[in-house]
């Protein structure tokens, strides 16, 4: 065996590893530390983005009825967010996706997404869509959507054409 395929093994081994030790719980939006992810991803959200194109939910809209909210912890360390809005019995929308900075490019938000199309499935969506931003620093968002099957469409639900924004569609398969 060559030493790249050494290390690709031994690197595929550990993304193994950390993955068991990451646990993806429905969250009540009621802990500290979730609390202050939230607060940090809005003041984010409202320095980076034009005002009337941040399209971020608040604590409040994120605890409507038709929302599902998921973080990924490690024991007792918050990894990151992310949540599902049922749009209609048949589509829903990605929202509040987020990782914390000390555990960006670890495979959190891969683990939360692979969760969220999982639980869409599970509810029988055919549809899912989500907004995310066009500025360069979304970048690492769309490309991670795009590896995951998500196309670039026009707005969707109650958004507009936004410059600021890319709007993109996944069809599910059952």
């Given at each position: ?7 690709g ?10 993955a ?134 026009g ?20």
């Amino acid at each position: 065996m060559r030493h790249d395929e050494r290390l690709g093994s031994s690197q595929f081994l550990i993304k193994q590893l950390e993955a068991i030790a990451m646990e993806i719980r429905e969250d009540n939006l009621t802990g500290p530390q979730i609390i202050a992810l939230l607060r940090e991803h809005l003041e984010n959200m409202h320095e980076i983005t034009p005002p009337g194109s941040v399209h971020a939910l608040d604590l409040e809209r994120l605890r409507a009825p038709n929302i599902t909210f998921w973080t990924a912890w490690e024991a007792d360390d918050l990894l990151g967010c992310g949540a599902l809005k049922e749009l209609d019995p048949t589509s829903g929308e990605i929202k509040s996706m987020r990782t914390t900075a000390a555990h960006r490019r670890q495979g959190v938000a891969s683990r939360l997404l692979e969760h969220i199309i999982e639980v869409a499935r599970q509810r029988g969506y055919t549809h899912l869509y989500l907004e995310t931003g066009a500025f360069p620093a979304f970048a690492p968002a769309r490309a991670l959507y795009e590896r995951y099957g998500f196309e670039y469409r026009g707005p969707f639900a109650d958004y507009t054409d936004d410059p600021n924004s890319s709007f993109m569609e996944k069809t599910l398969l059952s």
